[in-house]
């Protein structure tokens, strides 16, 4: 019985040693895996630029995704009473089809009136859009405006409308919230669609940043 007992303890010495040399690698593991998850989630989250709606002389709205959260997302900016005009930014893309139009008969249907709603249709890209959009606000004389994008898209927008508009046109950022969004922050490069979002931004910022490409 002894020396069954001896022969037990032996055959869990190895086991034991096995656990011990083995938990540093299980937590290096852990460690990696947590932190991959963390950056990954800090890098979507540092494209987003997202401030409490208020009072302002007009809402503007960029085209660029398909499932019309943008639009929805005005429409209850405008229905809120939050600014007297919407301003759809979208250019004319394939078959003749304009974005701008289709943004316009989307809020149309949500409630805001066709009447209050400005079109501006030649910018291709964000910083085109700003331009164009910038006529636009210098006839509404605004000193305010409510910007709507996606949430990845929403620091850079910001940052173009604010170097187009100058310091004499506030833009407040209001993207589409994140509970009302396609895009989902949690473990976002797990999804093609995300990927594509985030993706597409490293990309805008480097053009921006490094090869001042607007």
């Known amino acids: ?12 010495k190895p086991k034991r040693r096995r656990l011990w040399l083995a938990s540093p690698i299980l937590l290096v593991v852990l460690a990696v895996a947590v932190f991959h998850a ?8 540092a494209f987003m630029e997202s401030q409490p709606p208020r009072k302002a002389d007009a809402i503007v709205v960029l085209s660029g995704e398909a499932n019309g959260e943008r639009e929805a ?3 209850e900016l405008y229905n809120a009473g ?7 930014a979208g250019p004319v893309v394939a078959w003749g089809v304009c974005e701008a139009k289709v943004m316009a008969s989307h809020m149309a249907s949500l ?5 209050r709603i ?13 331009e164009g959009v910038s006529r636009i606000l210098r006839r509404l004389r605004a000193r305010t405006v409510l910007l709507v994008t996606s949430p990845t898209h929403s620091r850079r ?17 209001c993207p589409v919230p ?36 607007q």
Request: proline share 3%; net charge positive.
């Open 1 to 12: 019985m002894k020396a069954g007992k001896r022969s037990t303890k032996t055959g869990a």
């Open 38 to 45: 963390w950056a990954l989630t800090s890098l979507a989250k």
């Open 82 to 88: 939050y600014a007297p005009w919407v301003v759809a």
């Open 118 to 130: 400005l079109l501006e249709t030649r910018g291709m890209n964000t910083y085109r859009q700003a």
């Open 157 to 173: 927008a910001g940052a173009v409308f604010r170097q187009v508009l100058g310091p004499s046109i506030e833009v407040i950022s």
């Open 73 to 75: 997302h005005a429409a």
């Open 178 to 213: 994140l509970s009302k969004s396609r895009f989902r922050l949690d473990r976002w490069w797990t999804r093609y669609s995300d990927v594509r979002y985030v993706v597409g931004e490293c990309v805008s910022w480097v053009n921006r940043l490094v090869f001042r490409i």
């Open 111 to 115: 409630g805001v009136p066709e009447a």
